[in-house]
């Protein structure tokens, strides 16, 4: 793609993006808000969006890329199903009311399951499909100790649990989001810097060792920053399908598979659907709110299968 | 550790005493995991040792799963070394090989496979570009010669026949069109060794004898190839010496006049099939053909 029209893409990306925030902080369950609500009650919840969307799709491009797998997600590594156990261990431990006791414990759910994945990503001879295997198992425990739990138990805090699990902006708070924010941005940042050695693995584990990348170090390092990432997401926001699988291969469409640029556009762009998705989750059945992990699936599916049956081209191969 | 670079390939340095590029008491064998019966892991490759100079075009013919492609992968550091499977020693003029940083290896010697895969969309010029990552590996992306990379990746293509299909998606183009692009591929890494492994197997002939050209020029200045090829013919038109494998043990290595005899291609492909070898009318090289 030619310099100029990168360019214009970056402005026109950035553009919506400023147009989305302004839409979120402008509209919601009251009309005619008062500046007083803009600041105190949206903005927290449209910062969180959207460095969690930033984070979402950023790790869902880099885990499509190290595994060479376009169904790859920020979940298919079974790190939200361990963050989703802590947060429900948490939850029926009476944690659920205070914003850190939740994300801490979910947090603590999501280090326990990367630890073990990243043990399996420094074991020399393990492979990319068999950690990608485990990744897919860890997740399925995960979700069944969950529901396990779920079905066992049966008080009230289980709602909240429930609301987690389909996403949940509505907890935050302006100095977390702001915390939030800086670990999000840094670690997307660190992702970038891994552009050559992500262009590299589109070749193939064996392409990517023929020019020069150590394979082992990198699906290490990056095994190993998607994790933390993933797990302040989901720690943050709940559950929050579909950003992450799908904004990256718009962009892919879009703008082809390199790196260097496809990272800050598949971070403004999941930035911009989660702002967008959390706006609907607002706005659609005022006074009550939709889980956003719903309003992201229930749009994002249809408009990206609307893409596919145009017939634009392919997704990947 | 590493002498610079220039200095590495520089035709006057004193590293001439050395062999180019040797690979010596090279044994392996799959890892447990990779082979359905632990109990019977037989070793893919026995004691190979084997020189390979400075300009030469070496042809490592045998037959299907004789370890071929496992020591050229092996040669170029690509496949990992467990110890208990892995002995002997790579070295490139003198030095050891394999203990390079990955980056460091794929500044001397590149390995191209039978097909380019790309599994998400790519242009060739993309793919092309991606050979320059050894010289950068590390560095964010502002660096100094992007200007340089261009021009390489450009010399690189148009050598290679492909400067035309430099802006089209990895996915529309044939398997001769994604060789020649995999080839240009390795030229752009400045590289001075060449592990062709099949790598030009689907290309038609005009580009085969291109390609051949391409690479005979290259040897000229001073490049290594090293090609296998289940085209007997073709490789044995442009090598110069050949290299038989048979059940991982190297039977036998010289020039391809000397090496290539009936007695020889039957002991390595079987004495069902019927081979006779002429001499091509033009070049003098020896050809090999078979009775149905």
Same mark, same amino acid.
């Given at each position: 793609?030619?310099?100029?029209?990168?360019?214009?893409?970056?402005?026109?990306?950035?553009? %919506?993006? !400023?147009?989305?925030?302004?839409?979120?902080?402008?509209?919601?369950?009251?009309?005619?808000?008062?500046?007083?609500?803009?600041?105190?009650?949206?903005?927290?919840?449209?910062?969180?969006?959207?460095?969690?969307?930033?984070?979402?799709?950023?790790?869902?491009?880099?885990?499509? +890329?190290?595994?060479?797998?376009?169904?790859?997600?920020?979940?298919?590594?079974?790190?939200?199903?361990?963050?989703?156990?802590?947060?429900?261990?948490?939850?029926?431990?009476?944690?659920?009311?205070?914003?850190?006791?939740?994300?801490?414990?979910?947090?603590?759910?999501?280090?326990?399951?990367?630890?073990?994945?990243?043990?399996?990503?420094?074991? &020399?001879?393990?492979?990319?499909?068999?950690? !990608?295997?485990?990744?897919?198992?860890?997740?399925?425990?995960?979700?069944?100790?969950?529901?396990?739990?779920?079905?066992?138990?049966? *008080?009230?805090?289980?709602?909240?649990?429930?609301?987690?699990?389909?996403?949940?902006?509505?907890?935050?708070?302006?100095?977390? +989001?702001?915390?939030?924010?800086?670990?999000?941005?840094? !670690?997307?940042?660190?992702?970038?810097?891994?552009?050559?050695?992500?262009?590299?693995?589109?070749?193939?584990?064996?392409?990517?060792?023929?020019?020069?990348?150590?394979?082992?170090?990198?699906? &290490?390092?990056?095994?190993?920053?998607?994790?933390?990432?993933?797990?302040?997401?989901? +720690? *943050?926001?709940?559950?929050?399908?579909?950003?992450?699988?799908?904004?990256?291969?718009?962009? &892919?469409?879009?703008?082809?598979?390199? /790196?260097?640029?496809?990272?800050?556009?598949?971070?403004?762009?999941? *930035?911009?659907?989660?702002?967008?998705?959390?706006?609907?989750?607002?706005?659609?059945?005022?006074?009550?709110?939709?889980?956003?992990?719903?309003?992201?699936?229930?749009?994002?599916? =249809?408009?990206?299968?609307?893409?596919?049956?145009?017939?634009?081209?392919?997704?990947?191969? | 550790?590493?002498?610079?670079?220039?200095?590495?390939?520089?035709?006057? +340095?004193?590293?001439?005493?050395?062999?180019?590029?040797?690979?010596?008491?090279?044994?392996?064998?799959?890892? *447990?995991?990779?082979?359905?019966? =632990?109990?019977?892991?037989?070793?893919?490759?026995?004691?190979?040792?084997?020189?390979?100079?400075?300009?030469?075009?070496?042809?490592?013919?045998?037959?299907?799963?004789?370890?071929?492609?496992?020591?050229?992968?092996?040669?170029?550091?690509?496949?990992?070394?467990?110890?208990?499977?892995?002995?002997?020693?790579?070295?490139?003029?003198?030095?050891?090989?394999?203990?390079?940083?990955?980056?460091?290896?794929?500044?001397?010697?590149?390995?191209?496979?039978?097909?380019?895969?790309?599994?998400?969309?790519?242009?060739? &010029?993309?793919?092309?570009?991606?050979?320059?990552?050894?010289? /950068?590996?590390?560095?964010?992306?502002?660096?100094?010669?992007?200007?340089?990379?261009?021009?390489?990746?450009?010399?690189?293509?148009?050598?290679?026949?492909?400067?035309?299909?430099?802006?089209?998606?990895?996915?529309?183009?044939?398997?001769?069109?994604?060789?020649?692009?995999?080839?240009?591929?390795?030229?752009?890494?400045?590289?001075?060794?060449?592990?062709?492994?099949?790598?030009?197997?689907?290309?038609?002939?005009?580009?085969?004898?291109?390609?051949?050209?391409?690479?005979?020029?290259?040897?000229?200045?001073?490049?290594?190839?090293?090609?296998?090829?289940?085209? !007997?013919?073709?490789?044995?038109?442009?090598?110069?010496?050949?290299?038989?494998?048979?059940?991982?043990?190297?039977?036998?290595?010289?020039? =391809?006049?000397?090496?290539?005899?009936?007695?020889?291609?039957?002991?390595?492909?079987?004495?069902?099939?019927?081979?006779?070898?002429?001499?091509?009318?033009?070049?003098?090289?020896?050809?090999?053909?078979?009775? %149905?």
């Amino acid at each position: 793609m030619k310099k100029s029209k990168v360019g214009k893409f970056y402005f026109i990306s950035i553009f %919506c993006w !400023l147009l989305g925030v302004c839409a979120a902080l402008q509209f919601g369950a009251v009309p005619n808000a008062s500046t007083e609500i803009m600041t105190v009650l949206r903005m927290p919840r449209v910062v969180l969006a959207s460095v969690v969307g930033m984070g979402l799709a950023v790790s869902g491009a880099s885990l499509q +890329s190290l595994f060479t797998n376009p169904l790859c997600e920020p979940y298919t590594l079974g790190i939200s199903s361990g963050a989703a156990l802590g947060a429900v261990l948490g939850i029926s431990f009476g944690l659920e009311w205070n914003f850190l006791g939740l994300a801490g414990s979910a947090f603590a759910g999501a280090a326990v399951f990367s630890i073990f994945l990243f043990g399996l990503a420094t074991h &020399r001879r393990t492979n990319n499909a068999s950690l !990608l295997l485990s990744g897919v198992m860890l997740g399925f425990l995960g979700t069944s100790i969950v529901a396990l739990w779920i079905s066992l138990t049966d *008080s009230n805090g289980m709602q909240a649990a429930i609301g987690w699990l389909f996403g949940d902006l509505s907890r935050a708070r302006m100095r977390a +989001s702001i915390f939030i924010a800086a670990w999000v941005l840094i !670690l997307v940042g660190l992702i970038w810097s891994q552009w050559r050695e992500l262009d590299a693995l589109l070749l193939g584990e064996e392409g990517a060792s023929a020019i020069g990348v150590d394979l082992p170090r990198t699906r &290490r390092r990056i095994v190993l920053i998607t994790s933390v990432l993933v797990g302040i997401c989901v +720690s *943050s926001a709940g559950m929050i399908g579909f950003v992450g699988l799908v904004v990256p291969h718009f962009i &892919r469409r879009f703008n082809g598979s390199m /790196h260097f640029h496809l990272i800050p556009l598949a971070a403004i762009w999941g *930035s911009l659907a989660l702002v967008l998705a959390d706006l609907g989750a607002r706005y659609l059945a005022r006074p009550y709110e939709l889980p956003v992990g719903v309003v992201t699936a229930l749009l994002g599916a =249809p408009l990206f299968l609307a893409v596919v049956a145009r017939g634009g081209g392919h997704v990947a191969k | 550790m590493l002498r610079s670079k220039r200095e590495l390939f520089s035709e006057s +340095s004193t590293a001439s005493e050395f062999p180019f590029f040797g690979v010596y008491g090279l044994s392996y064998r799959w890892s *447990s995991s990779r082979v359905e019966n =632990p109990g019977a892991r037989r070793w893919v490759l026995e004691e190979i040792s084997l020189e390979i100079g400075r300009g030469e075009w070496v042809a490592l013919l045998g037959p299907n799963g004789c370890g071929k492609s496992t020591l050229l992968k092996l040669a170029a550091g690509i496949l990992p070394r467990p110890p208990q499977d892995f002995t002997g020693q790579v070295r490139l003029l003198g030095q050891d090989f394999l203990s390079l940083p990955a980056a460091e290896r794929a500044k001397s010697i590149a390995y191209i496979g039978s097909t380019l895969v790309a599994e998400f969309p790519m242009t060739a &010029r993309d793919a092309v570009a991606l050979g320059r990552t050894p010289w /950068h590996l590390g560095s964010f992306g502002f660096h100094r010669g992007r200007e340089q990379d261009d021009q390489k990746i450009k010399w690189a293509m148009e050598r290679c026949f492909c400067w035309s299909l430099k802006n089209r998606d990895l996915n529309t183009l044939s398997g001769g069109e994604l060789q020649l692009v995999a080839l240009a591929r390795s030229l752009a890494q400045g590289v001075r060794i060449l592990f062709l492994d099949e790598s030009l197997s689907k290309m038609d002939l005009h580009h085969q004898v291109g390609v051949g050209k391409l690479l005979k020029e290259l040897t000229t200045e001073g490049w290594s190839v090293v090609l296998v090829s289940h085209d !007997l013919n073709f490789a044995l038109e442009w090598a110069s010496s050949v290299i038989l494998l048979h059940h991982g043990k190297k039977i036998a290595q010289g020039n =391809p006049s000397s090496v290539i005899s009936r007695s020889a291609l039957q002991s390595l492909y079987g004495e069902k099939i019927k081979l006779q070898v002429g001499k091509n009318p033009t070049t003098g090289a020896p050809q090999v053909f078979y009775d %149905c």
